[in-house]
């Protein structure tokens, strides 16, 4: 795997792209489930699906400008957040099966949870700077 980019307003952070797809697949999941952002869910979708080594085109231009939709993500990451952390040092693999089928990825181990909160904790400053 590779690193992808990640732009909103100016702003660029660098992921791990298999951080940056558990991280779309669990935001996703979460959207669908609490029914918020239904076409932000959708377009990191086909992000997901398209994705290759170093290419994973995460549309944010839906965000550019949007507080509220800001506030809502924003709001989705640090429930996110707060569930992995819970899970203590590494997430289930159980979990990552049941929510994160992802293409050309198959996880056979836990996955490091300061891995993904450090990715979910770019993620949001990115969409809401103004937050720890």
């Known amino acids: 795997m590779g690193t992808s980019y990640v732009t909103i307003d100016g702003r660029s952070e660098a ?4 951080d940056l ?31 290759g080594p170093g290419v994973v085109n995460v549309p944010m231009d839906r965000l550019a400008g949007q507080s509220t939709e800001r506030e809502q993500l924003s709001a989705l990451l640090s429930g996110l957040q707060a569930e992995v952390q ?11 099966r049941e ?20 990715a979910i904790k770019r993620l949001r400053g990115l969409v809401d700077p103004e937050r720890p």
């Open 86 to 96: 819970g899970f203590g040092g590494t997430v289930p693999v159980a979990y990552l």
């Open 21 to 51: 797809l558990v991280l779309l697949r669990l935001t996703t999941y979460s959207m669908r489930n609490q029914e918020l952002l239904p076409e932000i869910a959708e377009a990191w979708e086909g992000a997901i699906q398209g994705h």
């Open 99 to 118: 929510r994160c089928d992802l293409p050309g990825i198959r996880f056979d181990a836990p996955y490091p949870t300061k891995l993904l909160v450090a």
């Open 15 to 18: 992921f791990n792209d298999t």
